[in-house]
C-alpha cells in the first residue's frame, strides 16, 4: 500500500461513517445537543467538513468546496465563509441546522476534492514544509494526518450523540 493510498482510505472512512451517522436523521434530530454547550450531531459533522476542506484547499492550492461550490450559501449559515467552527461559542453551535442530505453532499463534495489532491501526492511531497509557524515546521504528511485524526474524533463523537438518540 503506498502513502497515498493509506490516506485515501483513512479520509474514505471518515466520509463513510459520517454518511451512517447523519443517514435518515431530521433537521431537528441533527441540532440535538446532549447538554446545554454540548456539539449537535450537525455541527460536528459540518466542523470536521469545514477543517478537512480548509486544510486540504490550503496545502493543495485550490479554493474551497465551501465557496468553490456555493455550500456557503446553501448552508446559510450567520458565519464568515471562512468560519470552520474552530474556537466557535455555544451560541454559534446552535445555529448550525441543516438537512442530512446537505451536509452528506457538502461532506461528499469535500471528499472527491480531497481525493483528486491525494491522486497528485507522492511520497516525496509528504515532507514538504506547507505551515512554517510551528515547531518544528508542519509538512504536508503531518497536516493530512492531523486532519484524519481530528475528523475521526468528531465523527466518533457524532456516533456517540446518534446514540443517545436511540
Do not use: C
Not at 500500500?1 to 493509506?6: D, I, Q, R, V
Amino acid at each position: 500500500m503506498t502513502p497515498t493510498e493509506l490516506l485515501k482510505d483513512a479520509f474514505t472512512r471518515i466520509v463513510e461513517s459520517a454518511e451512517v451517522v447523519v443517514d435518515g436523521l431530521s433537521e431537528d434530530e441533527l441540532a440535538i445537543r446532549p447538554g446545554p454547550d454540548a456539539n449537535s450531531i450537525g455541527w460536528l459533522v459540518w466542523h470536521l467538513a469545514r477543517v478537512q476542506d480548509d486544510h486540504v484547499a490550503d496545502v493543495a492550492g485550490v479554493e474551497q468546496v465551501w465557496t468553490s461550490q456555493g455550500y456557503a450559501d446553501r448552508f446559510g449559515l450567520p458565519f464568515d465563509a471562512a468560519a470552520t467552527g474552530y474556537g466557535q461559542s455555544s451560541e454559534a453551535v446552535a445555529q448550525v441546522r441543516t438537512s442530512a442530505e446537505l451536509l452528506t453532499a457538502y461532506l461528499r463534495s469535500v471528499h472527491d476534492q480531497t481525493l483528486t489532491f491525494l491522486d497528485k501526492v507522492t511520497a516525496e511531497d509528504l515532507d514538504r514544509v506547507v505551515d512554517s509557524r510551528w515547531d518544528p515546521p508542519v509538512t504536508l504528511g503531518v497536516r493530512l494526518v492531523s486532519v484524519v485524526n481530528d475528523d475521526s474524533q468528531h465523527v466518533g463523537q457524532a456516533a456517540y450523540v446518534r446514540g443517545l438518540l436511540a
